[in-house]
């Protein structure tokens, strides 16, 4: 499997187009936890003008700079819906600019790695506020398979994503079930 480096630069670039029609209402806006997921915002919204909002379409990423206090995470999601969300102006919005080379799922699959999470810890600067700020970002080199093996992974992982949740509702659902089976049983046994 051949690799090709290139400076991640090369392959996002900035998205900035604002909420300057207010088209968006506060139902649009989102968050982003260390969980790398668009949440519902915990900011209070009352008075707050959605206008600089900055619109994160389908297919887009998000993330805050700001490191510190983040338990060693960046802050960063990928708007994996067909709904555009709409975040402060605060936070960063990129898209791939270069989908002919990379899959933003690929792409977000290397933002949820412990290593990446490291990588933008360590490379954060600043005294009481540190950031990971968008050169930074730039300048992550990243190994780049083949398209078509870049959506192989991402297939296999989706699989196992899925997978994962299947086995968690099983579990959930033996843990209701056991207690029955076993009462059931102990009744049968006094019979």
């Given amino acids: 499997m051949a690799l ?4 991640l630069g090369q392959l996002i670039q900035l998205e ?21 997921i668009f949440i519902e915002t ?4 009352q008075d707050v003008s959605l206008t600089p909002y900055i619109l994160v379409k389908p297919d887009f990423f998000a ?16 708007n994996d819906t067909n709904d555009t969300y709409i975040v402060s ?13 990379l899959l933003s799922d690929y792409l ?15 490379n954060s600067w600043g005294s009481a506020r540190e950031t990971f700020d968008w ?7 990243i190994p780049i398979p083949d398209i078509k093996i870049q959506q192989a992974i991402v ?21 209701d079930i056991c207690p029955i089976l076993i009462r059931g049983s102990l009744e049968e046994g006094k019979a």
């Fill in 89 to 101: 102006s605060s936070y960063v919005v990129f898209s791939v600019k270069r989908t002919d080379l």
């Fill in 63 to 78: 993330y805050v700079t700001v490191t510190s206090r983040n338990g060693g995470k960046i802050t960063l999601a990928h």
């Fill in 155 to 175: 297939d296999v992982y989706n699989v196992y994503i899925k997978r994962k949740s299947i086995n968690e509702q099983l579990k959930a659902q033996i843990k």
């Fill in 108 to 122: 977000f699959m290397y933002f949820n790695r412990a290593e990446f999470d490291r990588y933008a810890r360590f």
């Fill in 42 to 45: 915990k900011a209070d919204m």
């Fill in 4 to 7: 090709t480096k290139y400076k």
């Fill in 135 to 141: 050169n930074e970002m730039c300048n992550i080199q």
């Fill in 16 to 36: 900035d187009e604002r909420n300057s029609d207010n088209k968006y209402t506060l139902d649009d806006v989102k968050g982003i936890s260390i969980q790398k």
